[in-house]
């Protein structure tokens, strides 16, 4: 997915519309807006207190 999203980035720098960059990719334009989060670091102490 990572990898999808890069290349998306690349293709909307290079000026095509998140749209088209996204439809390329086979990527939903959600998935392209939305933050990547680090689970393991917020879930950190409830992964410590289940260990």
């Known amino acids: 997915m ?3 999203r890069a290349c998306t980035q690349s293709l ?6 998140v749209t088209k960059a ?9 998935t392209f ?5 680090d689970w393991r ?3 950190r102490v409830v992964i410590i207190c289940v260990s």
């Open 2 to 4: 990572a990898e999808k």
């Open 12 to 17: 909307k720098e290079a000026g095509l519309s």
């Open 22 to 30: 996204c439809e390329l990719m086979s990527l939903a334009r959600a």
């Open 33 to 37: 807006y939305r933050q990547l989060i």
């Open 41 to 43: 670091k917020k879930d």
